[in-house]
């Protein structure tokens, strides 16, 4: 059974830091892009982050390049997003997605996490 677990959210003061965690199981991890999405009340879920699979390639959005880091530890089935100068527009639940095919790594997933809160205070 597929499973992908985020952690890490929580509260944070604008310009701070947080990590976001996601564990993989049920998959052969190393064989799959992951990424990060999210999606703020009232709006359509966005790309974040992206990490591809073998070399490991990175690709952000715009609204996060600089900010955020996006890495993944095939070791241990996990994908992490490193999260600094934080914003209230940050605000969103965030989820971690699988990719099965390489290339246009905003969309075509296969498989989602649960999504877990991060809340930015101004």
């Known amino acids: 059974q597929v499973q992908l677990v985020e952690s890490g959210g929580g509260l944070v003061r604008a310009g701070g830091s947080l990590r976001l965690s996601c564990a993989a199981s049920?998959?052969?991890?190393?064989?799959?892009?992951m990424g990060w999405f999210r999606q703020a009340p009232g709006k359509e879920r966005e790309f974040v982050a992206a990490?591809?699979?073998?070399?490991?390639?990175?690709y952000y959005a715009d609204s996060v390049k600089g900010r955020f880091t996006i890495s993944r530890d095939n070791r241990k089935n996990t994908v992490y997003l490193q999260m600094s100068s934080l914003k209230p527009e940050d605000t969103a639940v965030y989820y971690c997605?699988?990719?099965?095919?390489?290339?246009?790594?905003?969309?075509?997933?296969?498989?989602w996490g649960q999504g877990a809160q991060v809340t930015v205070s101004s």
């Open positions: 990490v591809s699979r073998g070399v490991g390639s990175t």
């Open positions: 049920g998959f052969t991890f190393e064989s799959y892009a």
């Open positions: 997605a699988a990719k099965a095919f390489a290339g246009n790594y905003e969309r075509n997933y296969n498989y």
